[in-house]
Nanobody, 123 residues
Framework: QLQLVESGGGLVQPGGSLRLSCAASGFTLDYYAIGWFRQAPGKERDRVSCISSSGGTINVADSVKGRFTISRDNAQNTVYLQMNSLKPEDTAVYSC????????????????WGQGTQVTVSS
């Protein structure tokens, strides 16, 4: 069964850091673009960042540019989101998703989704 499982969320103070992981099972990530998305209460779900299947192209939302970094380790079948300098407005449920094939990850439709992990930034 194709599954994505997020981990690494939690409660952190403003200015702190978290590293989210997206682990795949039932398939290998080598041929999939991966996106990180977040949704806060009362707000639309937004794409935070994505990375192509090859890792050659990356997209980062303006709201997190310079603070968040996406990376992938195909040997571990895992994609990461390093979040630094966290702000209260970063509070949301963070989900990862996979889209098959090569190409620009920003343009893809994501078919496989994880359940999400809660990130809360508060003092």
């Amino acid at each position: 069964q194709l599954q994505l499982v997020e981990s690494g969320g939690g409660l952190v103070q403003p200015g702190g850091s978290l590293r989210l992981s997206c682990a795949a099972s039932g398939f290998t990530l080598d041929y999939y673009a991966i996106g990180w998305f977040r949704q806060a209460p009362g707000k639309e779900r937004d794409r935070v960042s994505c990375i192509s299947s090859s890792g050659g192209t990356i997209n980062v939302a303006d709201s997190v540019k310079g603070r968040f970094t996406i990376s992938r380790d195909n040997a571990q079948n895992t994609v990461y989101l390093q979040m630094n300098s966290l702000k209260p407005e970063d509070t949301a449920v963070y989900s990862c998703a996979a889209a098959y094939g090569s190409g620009w990850c920003k343009l893809k439709e994501y078919d496989y989704w994880g359940q999400g992990t809660q990130v809360t930034v508060s003092s």
